[in-house]
């Protein structure tokens, strides 16, 4: 009489193939999920220029992009109202997960005047920067004084 069925050894031997091919795929995810969270912090805080700009201009008021690195966040807000147009948190708690966040500028805010032009001087040129670090992986988002910019992986 013969059985049919599977051997421990076939099972075994299909159950570490399997850890292989999921732990493959793990590490493949992470690093994409990384690239991805640091690329979207980038295009959300290009956005927020814009933004930012925008509402100068339309209430005639100045309005600050005031970074806290330290904490990994940045808000938006008319300066001389203090109206909170928009607040990013970043982090492991936060919607998008970072490792790090950068304003390249003194005093880590940027201000865009009444008339929707930022003061770039504490910039060290003519552009500013801004870096977003998830992991190994770091977006940075260079602007001008319009708020017009660009974003480049580093």
Not at 99 to 112: A, E, I, M, R
């Amino acid at each position: 009489m013969r059985r049919s069925g599977f051997t421990l050894i076939e099972l075994a031997i299909v159950i570490a193939v399997a850890g292989v091919i999921v732990t493959i795929g793990t590490l493949t995810f992470s690093g994409y999920f990384q690239r991805n969270a640091a690329r979207r912090a980038a295009q959300v805080f290009a956005q927020d220029l814009v933004a930012a700009r925008g509402f100068a201009v339309r209430i005639q008021e100045p309005v600050v992009i005031r970074f806290y690195e330290a904490s990994l966040w940045y808000e938006v807000e008319a300066q001389a109202s203090a109206t909170e147009i928009a607040r990013r948190r970043f982090g492991a708690n936060a919607d998008i997960d970072l490792s790090g966040v950068t304003l390249d500028t003194t005093g880590d805010s940027l201000v865009f005047s009444a008339r929707g032009i930022a003061d770039m001087s504490g910039a060290g040129g003519s552009l500013g920067t801004a870096t977003f670090s998830s992991g190994a992986t770091s977006y940075t988002v260079s602007f001008n004084g319009m708020g017009a910019s660009k974003i480049d992986q580093t």
